[in-house]
């Protein structure tokens, strides 16, 4: 650590826990220790040629994933300003889509366009948890250093409000089944967390935090980029991922994908032969994928016409939670988005 003094401050030390805490439900304790003398830094972000005199309004953290894609797409062809498009580099079979649809911005936006691609992974070790329930605090320091490197105060997080809010779609899924890697109360305690730093004041943000996954799909289509679909990931089985095959068809977001193509008749850009299970009619071979599928289309189908009583009275907790996320609206607002947004879902 090269700033002990400040990272073990009261305020800091308890806005860091409170963060953790609330994307992992787990307990935490931090000390830091300053680092060795005479230790080499180490040079971790690559920023371009030398020379390079562009401002860049929003760094974007961009996965190669749909929503991630659409949110980037979006910032360039909605707007006159200059991203930058973080990535972080944690697995090989990643890294060829996430450089395609870099490589396709840059292309269609030229000189707008920053990408950024930060290598972090484990080294000689077997993940004993694969849920990765605290990558946002790695996202967004990440971001952070970049966008205090390059004078940027807006760091952005695109991913639908379905995931966002990920309302457990049974008993079962909670505590560390459930992500909240860009729940809103989530950025909102990471957002406090680099404020408690002393430095400029950076703003996190999720700007489709009220959009459904058929929704972002109309982004793509409104901008004409729906040939990219295909290049495209939204799975959480990386492991089982090939180059032919890039979804398992068996995952929450693999279900929420295919559904949402069909929803918006996109489904000639998004091959069947990539899923792994065929989501709609394919054999599931496991306990867990019949599990996951049969309880997914049963939450799906039972909040389409949910009242805000109803949704109270089911998801208290959950409800009472985004609404921390969102302190400027008010509650009814918030309640009524949700609502609306499991609704349209």
């Not at 899924?173 to 950076?202: K, N, S």
Request: hydrophobic share 40%.
């Amino acid at each position: 650590m090269s700033r002990p003094q400040v990272w073990g401050r009261g305020d800091v030390t308890a806005a860091l826990r409170e963060a953790a805490e609330f994307l992992t439900e787990d307990s935490f304790q931090f000390d830091f220790e300053p680092i060795p003398k005479g230790k080499p830094a180490q040079e971790y972000f690559k920023f371009g040629e030398d020379g390079d005199t562009r401002s860049f309004d929003e760094v974007i953290l961009f996965s190669g994933g749909l929503d991630s894609f659409a949110g980037a797409l979006q910032a360039l062809a909605g707007g006159n300003g200059n991203v930058v498009l973080l990535t972080h580099r944690s697995a090989q079979k990643a890294i060829t889509r996430q450089t395609h649809l870099a490589d396709y911005l840059k292309q269609r936006f030229p000189r707008r366009v920053l990408h950024v691609e930060i290598t972090a992974r484990r080294k000689s070790t077997v993940a004993v948890e694969r849920t990765q329930r605290s990558r946002s605090l790695l996202f967004s320091s990440l971001a952070y250093g970049v966008a205090r490197a390059l004078g940027i105060s807006t760091i952005s997080f695109y991913e639908n409000g379905i995931i966002s809010q990920n309302l457990p779609i049974a008993g079962s899924v909670v505590g560390t089944m459930a992500t909240r890697t860009t729940h809103p109360y989530g950025l909102l305690l990471l957002e406090r967390l680099l404020a408690t730093l002393g430095e400029e004041r950076i703003t996190i943000r999720n700007p489709f935090a009220w959009k459904t996954k058929s929704e972002v799909l109309e982004v793509i289509r409104r901008y004409n980029a729906e040939d990219l679909i295909k290049h495209t990931v939204s799975c959480t089985s990386l492991h089982t991922q090939s180059t032919k095959i890039t979804h398992c068809g068996a995952c929450t977001q693999c279900l929420d994908r295919r559904f949402a193509v069909y929803a918006t008749n996109l489904e000639a850009f998004d091959p069947g032969d990539s899923y792994q299970t065929d989501v709609f009619a394919g054999a599931r071979t496991t306990e867990r994928s019949r599990e996951i599928a049969a309880k997914w289309t049963r939450h799906a189908r039972s909040v389409a016409h949910v009242t805000r009583s109803e949704l109270m009275s089911r998801f208290g907790l959950e409800v009472s939670r985004v609404m921390a996320g969102n302190p400027d609206l008010p509650s009814n607002e918030v309640l009524a988005r949700i609502a609306a947004l499991q609704s349209r879902h």
